[in-house]
């Protein structure tokens, strides 16, 4: 949820929806507008906020171009 929390703060603007699901299998992905952008399945790891907040200006930077 924290990550959510700094998504929002961040992204406001941008941002029109946000869908947590919830899951007991270990899963946990960010995906903006359809493009997965971090799986922990895949990572085999955890992420922070921090990180999540970059991986996506990115994704919007690459939108913008």
């Known amino acids: 949820i924290s990550v ?5 703060r961040q992204f406001e603007a941008q941002i029109q929806a946000i869908t947590l699901v ?3 299998s270990g ?7 359809g493009n997965t952008i971090f799986s922990k399945l895949k990572t085999g ?3 922070d906020p921090d990180e ?3 991986t996506v200006k990115q994704q919007f930077s ?4």
Not at 4 to 8: E, F, T
Not at 62 to 65: A, D
């Open 45 to 47: 790891r955890h992420t």
């Open 52 to 54: 999540i907040i970059a």
């Open 4 to 8: 959510m929390a700094a998504l929002l």
């Open 22 to 24: 919830p899951s007991d």
């Open 27 to 33: 899963k946990f992905e960010v995906s903006v507008n």
């Open 62 to 65: 690459k939108e913008i171009e």
